[in-house]
């Protein structure tokens, strides 16, 4: 055949199947940039411990150091990974339905990966849990209080306004959508800003830290993760929202908004699901 041949190579060195989504088929080093991110995390923990005592092999602050660095590494890779292979089509206008259900199959194989990690995480609560629970809950103070009561039923309505707003943009009534999208927003902030009160009154007010016990890291633990995974989502419908306000969302284009929906419908749960593990089941015993 002819040196005019054509490749669709997406301008990169290595073919790529034309309906592979960009970062699947071609030369791309965001997934090695994620997973270096990712195996950092385990480097930092290791650190962490080689840290502790008086005879630590490394500094005390190295581990943390590793992990905020190896965490800014691994969220860097993710966001070049995901908007080169996914997002970077649909700021254009002519985005096909096949992308569109890429993106939401994407957001689905996303959403597995995190069931997984939040997973592991309880299983090691249930792991102490079923040690001496006497021992392991000493010095934990009183943890279904009105705050956690108030910030759940927040973050539930959240929910339902957030479904009111995609509803509203498949039946392109633009108004409500960006009324439920903006409250959707604040009540988002509000939930943080109520867990990052509830911690302070826990470290000031009760000395109950990371380092307080076993209970103590696996409520900081899962509930620390839960709210970088809600203020991720809040950022999302940030983006969402001011996407909205310019206008690129309507009946027939509104994927993004589909996709941030799924999310934070996912945190929302798993809030839900926390809170009776984790919170009432330290007070009931269970």
């Known amino acids: 055949m002819g040196t005019e041949e054509a490749h669709d190579d997406h301008g990169h060195h290595l073919p790529a199947v034309e309906d592979w989504p960009r970062g699947f088929g071609e030369a791309s080093w965001w997934p090695f940039v994620t997973a270096v991110g990712a195996a950092g995390v385990y480097v930092a923990a290791a650190l962490y411990i080689l840290g502790q005592g008086d005879g630590g092999i490394v500094g005390p602050m190295v581990g943390p150091a590793a992990l905020v660095a190896t965490v800014g590494v691994f969220l860097v890779g993710l966001y070049g990974w ?158 969402v929202f001011v996407r909205a306000l310019l206008g690129q969302y309507s009946a027939a284009r509104h994927v993004s908004v589909s996709t941030a929906s799924m999310y934070w419908h996912f945190v929302d749960v798993v809030w839900v699901f926390l809170v009776v593990v984790l919170y009432v089941g330290a007070e009931v015993g269970i």
């Open 82 to 239: 995901v908007y080169h292979a996914f997002v970077i089509k649909f700021w254009e206008r002519d985005a096909d339905l096949k992308s569109a259900n890429k993106l939401r199959w994407g957001m689905l194989a996303f959403l597995g990966s995190e069931l997984a990690t939040f997973g592991a995480l309880f299983g090691y609560y249930f792991y102490i849990r079923a040690g001496d629970w006497e021992s392991i809950f000493v010095g934990v103070p009183d943890l279904t209080t009105s705050l956690v009561i108030g910030n759940t039923l927040i973050l539930i309505l959240s929910s339902v306004t957030l479904h009111y707003a995609h509803v509203a943009i498949r039946n392109d009534d633009r108004g409500k959508f960006l009324g439920g999208l903006a409250v959707t927003l604040l009540l988002g902030v509000i939930f943080i800003g109520g867990q990052i009160y509830e911690y302070y009154e826990f470290i000031i007010h009760y000395e109950f830290t990371l380092t307080s016990g076993f209970f103590a890291s696996a409520f900081f633990g899962l509930t620390g993760l839960h709210g970088l995974h809600v203020s991720l989502g809040a950022v999302l419908l940030g983006i």
